[in-house]
């Protein structure tokens, strides 16, 4: 029961994140998106999603930047943690190049944003 409220909880700060960045859309923020690669779905689903490319692990935000640069944007709650495969795919994203951050919590997340720009 507690996954599913932290999950909840998890979906409500990125809801209030992406409409921060909607709210300053005079800044770079009105490029970020959402790569919709989590959600439980039926086996048929699962297996023609993971064929297109969908994996485990991917950040929950995007944003692309001036330059050809790329951040990316992890949220979790106050007591979040991240999963093997996050880590793993986080890894991959700075080996490359990309900005990569984890917030913990809204307000954390602002501050990350607030700082790229």
Not at 49 to 70: I, N
Request: charged share 25%.
């Amino acid at each position: 029961m507690a996954l599913k409220r932290t999950r909840h909880l998890e979906d409500s700060i990125q809801r209030y994140v992406v409409i921060w960045c909607k709210q300053h859309k005079n800044k770079l923020y009105h490029g970020i998106f959402h790569i919709p690669n989590g959600e439980l779905r039926d086996k048929m689903t699962g297996i023609r999603l993971k064929k297109m490319g969908v994996r485990a692990g991917v950040c929950d935000l995007c944003l692309p930047l001036p330059g050809g640069r790329t951040f990316w944007l992890e949220l979790k709650t106050q007591t979040g943690r991240l999963s093997a495969v996050q880590k793993e795919f986080i890894g991959e994203l700075e080996a490359l190049g990309h900005i990569v951050k984890v917030a913990y919590g809204y307000e954390q997340a602002i501050e990350i944003l607030e700082s790229i720009v």
